[in-house]
């Protein structure tokens, strides 16, 4: 499967714990986006990489969320001391440049987080 | 800024006849527009999009979007539903300076057998 990968698929934690989520993009693509979606709303941006430069953030990414994308290819998203309104579906997605780029992302299944 | 709305939460309608999902937009400069579909506990998956040229775009499925300059809307057709279409649609905007899309809350669609 050559497809977006994002691990894990679900996460069950307590209040106050710390939580990371991985994604594996598209070999190929250079671009890569974390979404937050939660019930009856739209993917909301979080965060967007070219390369491994995070190049620009939400307001809605508090001081408890970190990005990484360390040499360009996967990105881990972390979320300290969780509380329970970060419960919600987290989707990565990627995208191409120059004669790859079409345009379109191409998302992962989502990484869904339920803070107890 | 770039927006999308969605003006239906759900839209209904039976196997084998036409269905509309309503999309309208803002945004600053040229509007690149995509449609994604998403089936329960998956990620989104993209049918189609308009950058430039032909009004009217073809995409996965049999799905099709009408691009209108005047109305700024981008609205998703198919000439004859199926039940396997049901699914919450989402409509996604971006400024052609921007390479990060704006998403619209969704519509939910049911088609019944």
């Known amino acids: 499967d050559t497809g977006v990968s994002q691990d894990p698929r679900h996460k069950i934690t307590k209040r106050g714990q710390n939580v990371t989520f991985r994604c594996d993009p598209i070999?190929?693509?250079?671009?890569l986006y974390w979404y937050r979606q939660t019930l009856g709303q739209g993917p909301e941006f979080l965060t967007y990489?070219?390369?491994?430069?995070?190049?620009?953030k939400s307001r809605l990414l508090s001081d408890r969320f970190s990005a990484e994308r360390p040499k360009g290819s996967f990105s881990t998203l972390e979320i300290q001391r969780t509380e329970q309104g970060d419960s919600a579906m987290y989707l990565c997605?990627?995208?191409?440049?120059?004669?790859?780029?079409?345009?379109?992302?191409?998302f992962g299944e989502g990484s869904r987080l339920t803070v107890l | 800024a770039q927006s999308v709305a969605q003006p239906e939460d759900q839209v209904n309608v039976a196997e084998g006849n036409p269905l509309t999902v309503k999309c309208t937009y803002s945004?600053?400069?040229?509007?690149?527009l995509f449609w994604y579909v998403q089936y329960p506990n998956r990620g989104l998956q993209f049918l189609l999009k308009y950058i430039t040229g032909d009004n009217l775009v073809k995409g996965s499925y049999g799905f099709e979007a009408e691009f209108n300059k005047s109305q700024t809307s981008f609205h998703l057709k198919k000439p004859s539903a199926l039940v396997s279409d049901s699914a919450l649609y989402f409509c996604?905007?971006?400024?052609?300076?921007?390479?990060?899309?704006?998403f619209g809350r969704g519509t939910s669609l049911i088609v019944h057998p």
């Open positions: 945004v600053s400069g040229n509007p690149y």
């Open positions: 070999s190929e693509h250079n671009r």
């Open positions: 996604a905007v971006r400024d052609g300076g921007s390479y990060i899309p704006t």
């Open positions: 990489f070219q390369n491994e430069a995070q190049l620009e």
């Open positions: 997605a990627s995208s191409g440049t120059g004669t790859v780029n079409t345009g379109e992302l191409f």
